[in-house]
């Protein structure tokens, strides 16, 4: 399991995760996390991962990112115009051969905000 940092297009940022084949480096499937999350906002990346005792992974990041310019990779905790972000995936996602859609996380945490 990989992380992939973003991508712009028409100024959106967009959360993106890749599964990768440990051994060989192939990519076993990638996912684009909805843009239409109210509460994460237009302008969203993940940054970082790690991996959970139960199978499953954190990936952390930046939501609601406001600054028209693109932002610095790795922002290292220092969020500018954003808010951090932590999603859960359970280990039924981190072990799938395929995924034909975007992911739901077990749980989301947003710095400053509720958890859902």
């Known amino acids: 399991m990989a992380q992939k940092f973003l991508t712009q297009y028409f100024n959106i940022l967009s959360r993106y995760i890749v599964k990768l084949n440990a051994k060989t480096g ?29 199978g499953g992974f954190i990936v952390g990041g930046y939501c609601n990112y406001q600054s028209d310019e693109f932002p610095v990779f790795k922002s290292s905790g220092q969020v500018d115009s954003g808010k951090p972000i932590l999603q859960k995936f359970p280990a039924t996602v981190a072990n799938a051969a395929t995924m034909p859609s975007a992911p739901t996380p077990a749980w989301t945490y947003i710095c400053n905000d509720a958890v859902f």
Do not use: C, H, Q, R
């Open 26 to 54: 192939a990519k076993i499937w990638s996912a684009s996390m909805p843009l239409n999350d109210i509460d994460v906002g237009k302008k969203s990346g993940y940054e970082t991962i790690s991996f959970t005792s139960d």
